[in-house]
């Protein structure tokens, strides 16, 4: 999640885990169980879309990390 304020300013919440169950969101584990690293190359990246925008408020920005 990332939120932008009226003025442009970006903030970016932890990267989180979710699991999912009959396509339903079951769980969410935060921060999520990956590297350090990862979580803050995720968040630049989150960071940096969500700044290419128009508007403010909260952005759900979802990436995917594969093996």
Known sequence: ????????QVESYPCVETRQRD?????????APTSQEVQDRACA???QAV???EGAGIFGVELFELE
């Open 45 to 47: 990246v989150a960071r």
């Open 1 to 8: 999640m990332v939120a932008r304020s009226r003025s442009g």
């Open 51 to 53: 700044a290419c925008l």
């Open 23 to 31: 396509s339903i969101c079951h769980t969410v584990l935060v921060p």
